[in-house]
């Protein structure tokens, strides 16, 4: 099967291809934007671990 | 070891981190191998020639579109009955991904049904009831969106999210309810299915990479909705002194 054979898709290849573009567009935006959403919290203090009971963790004002 | 400790967000946070990479790393490979085995082990199919090679994108996106909306309403209720933050998180996290394989089933089936049908959409059941869960998901999100309080935010999505998940029992029935142009399901629980092994097997292996990249994702995106509610939550502390 040569390149173009196997692109050409049996004449379907707009379709095919189009479909796994259009889904490998999406779930790149869906990467991208999360990605974006992290690195806007990159500047946040890790939570820290609170142990059940305790209020070591607890502001009081 | 007490595992109700990860019920609490902070607790659960580097948790999650941790489980990541054993979910993100197989969803690339089963991706890999899922499409290598679709697009050179399966054969032509001899009525619908190589278009039928949509399917192996189409049906684990529009079965995902499905599963992660009835999961979706479960932590929602979940976290509205026992007041649990984790599972209301959870909810929030799981709409974006189920909304996204929503779309992509959306899509890929106009491009399937052009070349096979002659048209790209038209309002049948099955497709004008995943129109409706596009809908929903979408509604779920700029739902809470709208509400600045996270609990209120958590419990104005839940009741949202419950009721609507009587239409998916209706996607799934909609091609035997209905005179549908869409056409039936090839995959059932019980009978054999009725496709060829290797076919039915790039379509598994696609349904499992999918799963584990939801995971994964839904996992990231948990913990960015922990860190900003910490973020909030410290903000409003620091008004009230």
């Keep these: 099967m040569s390149l ?3 692109l050409s898709m049996g004449g379907y290849g707009f379709y095919v291809w189009g479909s796994y573009l259009v889904s490998l567009i999406a779930i790149g935006a869906e990467l991208i934007s999360l990605s974006r959403r992290k690195k806007a919290l ?3 203090p890790k939570p820290k671990p609170v142990i059940r009971g305790s209020i070591t963790n607890e502001t009081t004002s | 070891m007490n595992l109700y400790k990860y019920a609490a967000p902070v607790n659960f946070y580097p948790l999650a981190g941790k489980l990541i990479p054993w979910f993100a790393i197989p969803a690339a490979i089963l991706f890999a ?3 290598y085995v679709g697009f050179f082990v399966a054969p032509t199919d001899f009525q619908q020639g190589d278009a039928y090679r949509i399917m192996f994108i189409h049906v684990p996106a ?11 309403a479960c932590y929602a209720a979940i976290g509205w009955a026992f007041n649990a933050r984790l599972a209301s998180m959870m909810a929030s996290s799981i709409a974006t991904t189920g909304a996204m394989f929503t779309f992509i089933s959306l899509v890929t089936g106009a ?6 049908w002659g048209t790209w959409w038209v309002w049948d059941a099955r497709m004008t009831s995943t129109l409706i869960l596009l809908f929903l998901y979408a509604g779920f999100i700029s739902l809470q969106a709208s509400i600045e309080d996270p609990r209120r935010a958590d419990r104005a999505g839940a009741v949202l999210a419950i009721v609507g998940v009587i239409n998916v029992p209706i996607i799934y029935f909609s091609v ?3 005179n549908t142009l869409h056409q039936g399901a090839t995959i059932r629980m019980l009978g054999k299915p009725s ?11 696609m349904l499992a990479a999918c799963w584990l990249y939801s995971v994964a994702v839904v996992l990231i995106r948990l913990r960015c909705i922990i860190l900003e509610r910490e973020q ?5 502390a620091e008004v009230a002194v």
């Design chain 1, 4 to 6: 173009s054979e196997f």
């Design chain 1, 42 to 44: 990159a500047h946040q």
């Design chain 2, 33 to 35: 191998v899922g499409l």
């Design chain 2, 62 to 72: 529009a079965w995902m579109g499905m599963f992660l909306y009835v999961l979706l």
């Design chain 2, 111 to 116: 491009f399937w049904g052009k070349p096979t």
């Design chain 2, 176 to 178: 035997q309810w209905w």
């Design chain 2, 195 to 205: 496709i060829a092994p290797s076919m039915l097997a790039a379509m598994l292996i």
């Design chain 2, 232 to 236: 909030n939550a410290a903000r409003l």
